[in-house]
């Protein structure tokens, strides 16, 4: 998990979809 990536936690607050980022 890069906390430092905005795209991955765009991605972490949209889990539903993203679920490739457990």
Known sequence: KIEGSPTKRKRRANKSSE????
Do not use: L, N
């Open 19 to 22: 679920s490739d980022e457990d």
